[in-house]
């Protein structure tokens, strides 16, 4: 994990704001941790929080791991430059308390991960699903199963209307179980959607998905099977939220 960086090109922003306009925004940063230095690596990662708790950086950060040794810092924002642009400063204000406390805790990720990068995304709320009953509360959603789906090229407009029609299908059938959908934006190609399944862990999310294929029928396998004829790539991953190493600014 590296000081953060922010390199942007104005079209591309203005394609920013204009696709994320009223949702809410992501800045992620990924680090891909060498299986020998997990330990290493998660030690380095507590002392980064630390540091951060110690010199009241301004911005939560959520962190996720996944199967295949994918660390993810997730940083909620604005969806404005400006947002993007504190949360540099603020790092970099945090950094200059303490600089040869920093130099001395960043020392500790040296040579435990693969490389890294920086993206941002944003919630798609209109094409994802939030039960009035959920099956499980925010706080038990300790594990989640996200598809990373680029899809073919102009194809959006179609792969739109088929996953609000499923919503529309979820909320009419009383489906108990949440599927958030985010698409990608700086740092990722356009056509990225990322559709998370939340559940307590994957035992939970089996049973989830068994009660909800059976609500939605037929009619939910034909729109499953639609979307995937607009599927260039696909891959599926686990996550677990790191709630320990996950950090949240002092008020």
């Known amino acids: 994990m590296k000081h953060l960086r922010f390199v942007f090109v104005f079209v591309l922003f203005s394609v920013f704001l204009i696709q994320s306009a009223n949702s809410q925004v992501y800045y992620l940063n990924e680090d891909h941790v060498k299986p020998s230095k997990v330990e290493d690596y998660e030690a380095a990662l507590k002392a980064y929080v630390d540091f951060l708790s110690a010199n ?9 791991k996944s199967s295949d040794l994918v660390y993810y810092l997730n940083t909620p924002m604005r969806s404005t430059y400006a947002d993007l642009d504190s949360i540099s400063n603020a790092l970099g204000r945090t950094i200059a308390k ?3 406390g920093w130099n001395k805790m960043f020392s500790k990720f040296n040579d435990t991960y693969y490389f890294n ?3 941002c995304y944003y919630f ?3 094409l994802s699903y939030t039960p009035n009953e959920p099956a499980i ?4 959603m300790t594990y989640q199963e996200v598809w990373f789906i680029q899809i073919k090229l102009g194809t959006a407009g179609k792969v739109n209307s088929l996953l609000k ?4 299908l979820c909320v009419e059938k009383g489906v108990k ?4 959908v985010y698409r990608g934006l700086i740092g990722m190609n356009q056509g990225t959607y990322m559709i998370a399944s939340p559940a307590k862990n994957p035992g939970d999310l089996w049973q989830s998905e068994q009660a909800t294929y059976e609500l939605l029928g037929e009619r939910g396998k034909e729109i499953s099977s639609q979307i995937m004829k ?6 599926v991953k686990q996550l677990w939220w790191l709630k320990k190493y996950s950090y949240t600014p002092k008020k």
């Open 56 to 64: 009241n950086y301004p911005f939560s950060i959520e962190i996720l």
């Open 98 to 100: 303490d600089t040869l």
């Open 117 to 119: 990068k920086a993206s």
């Open 124 to 126: 798609a709320a209109n």
């Open 137 to 140: 509360e925010e706080d038990e």
């Open 165 to 168: 029609e499923y919503v529309d």
């Open 177 to 180: 179980s949440p599927m958030f």
């Open 230 to 235: 607009f599927i260039d790539k696909m891959e």
